[in-house]
């Protein structure tokens, strides 16, 4: 296992696995030296649960290249670890997603606002725990916002996300999937319009309904992810898929639903080392 931080999901993962007998080498990703085109050793699978992005992007690569099964693949954290590439796929192959666009100058971002009218929600391509968005009301707004990132952003801050405000009924839907099936979902309510439960929101049980089960055992098999979690919007137009999560949380949420995601996980490493 590569982390960076032994958080609650790290020791959960690496308890159940012991438990299981199956031996776990946990590798600092940020402290060890990764030499170019050779072995980091004998493995026969690798959890990835480096908490950069980009980090994690170049040790999935690197382990992938010398024939280790990672968890997860460098494709899928390619696609996951950014909006734009994951809204773009999902929407080609005919999945439920907001109205998105993507713009490269503040002209078009503007273009893009009045094309999906306020409010609107300003995202940077990359980033987690709601960090960065921005819910932008009017013309006024936009154009501060847009004009900070625009000056003191970046290059990834020069990539303007634009989306189209749906307006949730005070919650989210995160929806965990491992091995290509869906494990639970999980409401995610919070009187913020942000609703992460790193934002503080809170978790409560949500039902697996047929379109939740179908939209995004879908996404994972498009995006190739063994363990990711989505985060799903309810709307008039049914449900939507708003991100996929390629280094799910799920300590705090799995807790207050009563899953054992530990030994989820466990089943499908004994499953995929059989």
């Known amino acids: 296992m590569v982390y960076t931080i032994l958080r609650d999901e790290e020791r959960i993962i690496d308890s159940a696995l012991t438990k299981r007998g199956i031996k776990v080498e946990k590798v600092l ?9 050779s072995r ?13 992005a980009s ?43 907001p109205r998105t666009y993507l713009a490269f100058s503040p002209e078009k971002a503007f273009e893009a606002l009045d094309r999906v009218g306020y409010p609107a ?17 009017d013309r006024d707004t936009a154009e501060a916002i847009i004009s900070y990132r625009w000056n003191l952003g970046g290059i990834h801050q020069k990539a303007f996300y634009v989306q189209e405000y749906v307006n949730k009924p005070g919650r989210d839907i995160r929806v ?12 995610r309510n919070s009187s913020h319009w942000v609703t992460n439960t790193a934002r503080g929101a809170r978790a409560t049980p949500c039902p ?8 995004c055992e879908r996404v ?19 449900v939507l898929v ?33």
């Open 29 to 37: 990703g940020n402290k060890t030296l990764w030499e170019l085109g």
């Open 40 to 52: 980091i050793g004998e493995f026969s699978l690798a959890i990835n649960r480096t908490l950069s």
């Open 55 to 97: 980090q994690a992007t170049y040790i999935s690569f690197l382990l992938e290249g010398q024939g280790i099964r990672v968890i997860n693949p460098f494709r899928t954290l390619i696609i996951c670890n950014d909006k734009a590439l994951t809204t773009e796929l999902l929407a080609k192959e005919g999945l439920p997603v």
């Open 121 to 137: 929600v300003v995202k940077p391509v990359n980033g987690s725990w709601g960090r960065l968005l921005a819910k932008v009301n």
């Open 176 to 187: 965990l999937v491992i091995g290509g099936k869906v494990r639970y979902a999980v409401y």
């Open 208 to 215: 697996i309904s047929e379109e939740i089960k179908r939209i």
């Open 220 to 238: 994972a098999s498009i995006v190739g992810g063994d363990f990711i979690a989505l985060d799903l919007f309810e709307s008039e137009r049914g």
């Open 242 to 274: 708003n991100e996929v999560n390629s280094t799910p949380e799920f300590a705090r949420s799995s807790r207050d639903v009563g899953v054992d995601v530990g030994k989820l996980i466990a089943d499908f490493v004994e499953e995929v080392l059989s």
